[in-house]
Antibody, heavy 121, light 107 residues
Framework: QAQLVESGGGLVKSGGSLRLSCAAS????????MSWIRQAPGMGLEWISY????????HSADSVKGRFTISRDNAQNSLYLQMNSVRVEDTATYYC??????????????WGQGTMVSVSS | DIQMTQSPSSLSASVGDRVTITCRPS??????LNWYQQKPGTAPKLLIY???TLQSGVPSRFSGSGSGTEFTLTISSLQPEDFATYYC?????????FGQGTRLEIK
């Protein structure tokens, strides 16, 4: 069964760094684009970034450009989000999701359970 | 950026009711429109993709329609497990954007 499991969340001070991980299993990870999405407490969903199956294509939201970097290791079936220069407004639950891009559903089909990031001032 | 406007923002309904949620993108997105359901404390779940295609395993009481700049999600007969928040999403271009959500509550 296809599954995504995030880890790496926690409490970090403003200006600090954190690396989130997302472990994939049960599907052909390298065939899929992957994405990070976040949800601030009590708020809606915000797309952050996605990466192609080979890692050659990356797009990110303006709100995180220059601070957050998405990457993947297909040999380890893992997706990462390096978060630098974090701000209080980055406090959110972070989800990874498979993105069936181009010819498939063009939707986020499989989601992890989320990992919480809290940024203190 | 494409702005996604959902209406209503919240909705009270009873078990057995038929409900419709509307999503209006700020520009034409063809049929690159998806719907997600999210229950408190859990991750979103894909319900419908490409405006009207039901994701595998999703009950047939859910349906989607529309194209261009107006889309709808309809639940034909509400069940207790359907009370949740629903989000539309466009994947027509980057940045990918979501609607603000529609909270469906029990009347």
């Amino acid at each position: 069964q296809a599954q995504l499991v995030e880890s790496g969340g926690g409490l970090v001070k403003s200006g600090g760094s954190l690396r989130l991980s997302c472990a994939a299993s049960g599907f052909a990870f390298s065939d899929y684009y992957m994405s990070w999405i976040r949800q601030a407490p009590g708020m809606g969903l915000e797309w952050i970034s996605y990466i192609s199956g080979t890692g050659s294509i990356i797009h990110s939201a303006d709100s995180v450009k220059g601070r957050f970097t998405i990457s993947r290791d297909n040999a380890q079936n893992s997706l990462y989000l390096q978060m630098n220069s974090v701000r209080v407004e980055d406090t959110a639950t972070y989800y990874c999701a498979s993105f069936n891009y181009g010819g498939g559903s063009d939707a986020f089909e499989i989601w992890g359970q989320g990992t919480m990031v809290s940024v203190s001032s | 950026d494409i702005q996604m406007t959902q209406s209503p923002s919240s909705l009270s309904a009873s078990v057995g009711d038929r409900v419709t949620i509307t999503c209006r993108p700020s520009q034409i997105i063809s049929r690159y429109l998806n719907w997600y359901q999210q229950k408190p404390g859990t991750a979103p779940k894909l319900l419908i993709y490409a405006a009207s295609t039901l994701q595998s395993g999703v009950p047939s009481r859910f349906s989607g329609s529309g194209s261009g700049t107006e889309f709808t999600l309809t639940i034909s007969s509400l069940q207790p497990e359907d009370f949740a928040t629903y989000y539309c999403q466009q994947t027509y271009n980057t940045p990918i954007t979501f609607g603000q959500g529609t909270r469906l509550e029990i009347k």
